[in-house]
């Protein structure tokens, strides 16, 4: 995995955006439903206002260096006031050092205030994340004294780095977020000719200048923006978008695969311990693909994840032989030993660097961000696993890891992780209810999940069948706008050779009146409502940016049962709708007092990405199913 040393600039001004120059970034192990709805994004007043942010950077010739640090916040708001009233400078201990040179508050009245020693501390990392985790990353603290609005704080800090990741290269990404107001933004570039350092810049004014006193290339760049642009829910990643400035002294993106290839490959030696293993493990086994299976879950169930920050850790994994040894490691070390054991078997495999966030976009220089996790590639059947998903079968791989650009370091080429397929990311469901003659309502279903929707209901449920239960139940009871009792009925989420399933049996209490003339919209009870919670999960009117969309089908089907001295008289018809890769119908037919309903939904996306028709497209859909799921059942 790749992991973070932070060498973070400028650190949350507001919001989560923020302009950092990174060399390393967490391998963060998470599995996200991604939802369709965005919000409305508008220019609006900052509570806070960056009013000087200047950054003075000095390479030497091999890749260490000195940055320098100049920021003045203005705080507008009191709403401002907790996140603007400290700065919080990470960095790593054995490789960085870091100096205040000063740091002030300006009070309303314009009068200074300096930071007193004892508000500058220095404090381990943080793992208050819950996740296990070795680090020697440090964490600058700087307290600012009398906060209020209308307040500024000022400090100017130093950054020296000694010993980069990479000898003898230079790599850093600096990205003005949307979210943060940047008045008077600098950035200042001088190298020693002799290391080669390539800039892309975008939507930054400026550009290389005359060379400095003693032959350094010099560059320098400024940005301005007025007011703030807000985040809109699911939208793709502010880097994908966002002016910045990328300086790399690599070549292209496979010069920094061959750098990290060149410290990793002998971590994947095949040891007399590796060829044991891997033949304990395949024992019985002769088929390569399923060899291939069995070796992928034994490193994701028996190594366990473990972050790792130590010197070096960022880019360099441990050996398979200490992986084995230990029983922990991080996503590098998980992904170091697959491959050691899949080659024990004559299988080949590659790392392949991926980013787990909303990032789409390969960068054209090569800087470690926006890629933050290592998987596997097998070339052999052209598939992608990742050994930290526990809960991923063979060959899938979680939402947020599809159709993303990857650097293949073992193979010296680009790749990109399969697209979802609405045919294979599926959800199906079957719901019986009896309704009893007072309107109380007893039901059961069944749901069956594959693909990535596999993945995320595997922990999306975990604890459900637990003493959690109840409290589980009553919650999703409220988010239906139902009550009464239930149960959940899991298959296990650590048995991978099945589809994962779950079990619901349930009482609610009457959604309409008994006896009696009525009507009633038959509810899903425990159910999973795919359906539902897509078509009151409403998109804005407006959106201005590309959101992550999925593709996927959705099959539900209830069984209705009235009381037999009911008499119906009226049932919805069926829809049939099918535009812009949005296919859906459903259907009503009735047995004696017995309704049955069937709805197919099936989306196809050419990527992971949607634009604005896209989405005016899902708008139109919307509105079909709202109308639909509002379809009533007259009785009487």
Not at 5 to 32: A, D, P, Q, R
Not at 309 to 336: E, M, Q, W
Request: glycine share 6%.
């Amino acid at each position: 995995m790749l992991i973070p040393f932070l060498k973070i600039t400028v650190k949350k001004i507001l919001s989560n955006h923020f302009l950092i120059s990174e060399y390393l970034v967490i391998c963060i192990l998470t599995f996200i439903a991604l939802p369709y709805a965005v919000a409305d994004s508008q220019n609006i007043e900052a509570l806070s206002v960056v009013e000087k942010d200047i950054t003075d950077v000095f390479v030497r010739a091999d890749g260490s260096d000195d940055e320098t640090i100049e920021r003045q916040v203005l705080i507008r708001s009191q709403l401002a006031v907790d996140t603007s009233s400290q700065v919080d400078i990470p960095y790593l201990n054995n490789f960085q050092t870091i100096k205040v040179i000063e740091a002030y508050t300006i009070t309303p009245e314009g009068k200074k205030i300096f930071v007193g020693k004892d508000a500058i501390r220095t404090v381990d990392g943080d793992s208050s994340d819950g996740k296990s985790q070795f680090s020697d990353v440090k964490h600058r603290i700087i307290i600012f004294p009398n906060v209020s609005p209308g307040s500024k704080t000022y400090y100017k800090a130093v950054i020296s780095t000694s010993k980069p990741l990479f000898p003898g290269h230079y790599f850093v990404r600096y990205w003005f977020g949307p979210g943060t107001q940047w008045q008077n933004s600098e950035i200042n570039l001088s190298h020693d000719p002799k290391i080669p350092l390539q800039v892309d810049a975008r939507g930054v004014n400026g550009g290389k200048i005359a060379m400095g006193p003693n032959g350094e290339v010099r560059y320098r760049f400024s940005y301005q923006s007025n007011g703030i642009q807000l985040s809109e829910p699911n939208q793709i990643a502010d880097s994908d978008f966002a002016p910045h400035v990328y300086i790399s002294s690599f070549k292209d993106q496979l010069d920094m695969a061959r750098a990290y290839e060149l410290r990793a490959k002998d971590k994947y030696q095949v040891t007399p311990e590796v060829q044991k293993l891997a033949d304990q493990i395949t024992s019985g086994i002769s088929d390569p693909k399923e060899q291939a299976k069995a070796l992928y879950f034994w490193v994701s169930k028996e190594i366990r994840y473990v972050a790792i920050f130590l010197g070096a850790g960022g880019v360099v994994p441990h050996s398979a032989n200490t992986i084995i040894k230990n029983r922990y490691g991080d996503c590098k070390d998980k992904t170091t030993l697959l491959i050691a054991l899949l080659n024990a078997k004559g299988i080949a495999a590659s790392t392949a660097e991926i980013n787990l966030g909303n990032s789409y976009e390969l960068p054209k220089l090569a800087v470690l961000g926006p890629f933050n996790h290592v998987i596997t590639y097998i070339p052999a059947w052209d598939i992608y696993v990742d050994p930290t998903a526990e809960r991923a079968p063979f060959g899938v791989l979680p939402l947020n890891e599809m159709d993303k650009p990857t650097v293949l370091t073992g193979l010296g080429k680009i790749g990109r992780t399969q697209k979802p397929l609405a045919d294979e990311n599926t959800v199906s469901t079957n719901v019986e209810l009896i309704i009893a003659n007072d309107g109380g309502i007893k039901g059961q279903s069944h749901t069956v999940y594959s693909g990535a929707e596999d993945i995320s209901a595997r922990y999306a449920y975990e604890g459900a069948d637990s003493t959690y239960g109840k409290h589980f139940v009553r919650d999703n009871l409220i988010n239906a706008r139902l009550s009464g009792t239930g149960i959940y009925k899991l298959s296990s989420a650590d048995d991978l050779s099945i589809p994962y399933s779950v079990d619901t049996e349930f009482d609610v209490d009457p959604v309409t009146n008994f006896p009696g003339l009525g009507a009633i919209s038959p509810p899903m009870g425990l159910a999973p409502a795919e359906l539902s919670k897509l078509a009151y999960n409403k998109p804005p009117q407006r959106v201005t940016k590309p959101v992550v969309c999925r593709s996927r089908s959705v099959f539900e089907t209830l069984v209705i049962r009235f009381p037999d001295d009911v008499k119906i008289f009226m049932i919805p018809e069926g829809v049939l709708y099918r535009q812009a890769g949005i296919e859906f119908s459903s259907s009503y037919s009735r047995h004696g007092n017995e309704i049955k309903i069937k709805r197919k939904m099936k989306v196809q996306h050419p990527s992971m990405i949607c634009d604005v028709q896209d989405i005016e497209n899902w708008k139109r859909f919307i509105s079909i199913l709202q109308r639909d799921l509002r379809g009533q059942i007259f009785y009487e």
